[in-house]
């Protein structure tokens, strides 16, 4: 039975996976983005913006948490993709 699909080369393989990373990039930067708007509202809604305050909301230091960690991974993708970028 012949095969239905054209076997990909190493270039569109590496500009697919590059096109899957800035589609993930976007949709994290979406994430962070609705993190720091409900960071805003926790803060406003707590009367709290110090976060060095102990009634800081508990809330708001994981969510800060939360959207560091996006943050650091949106960093760690962007990297990689100016890296292949210059490989190619």
Partial sequence: MAKSYLPETLRETAAINR???ATLIADLSRSVFLLTVDIEHEETRAGVRDVSDPAYSVLARR???RRDNLA???ASL???V???QRAA
Avoid: D, F, N, Y
Wanted: proline letters at 0%; hydrophobic letters at 40%.
């Fill in 19 to 21: 096109h899957r990373i």
């Fill in 63 to 65: 969510l800060r948490k």
């Fill in 72 to 74: 650091a991974t949106i």
């Fill in 78 to 80: 962007e990297a990689l």
């Fill in 82 to 84: 100016h890296t292949s």
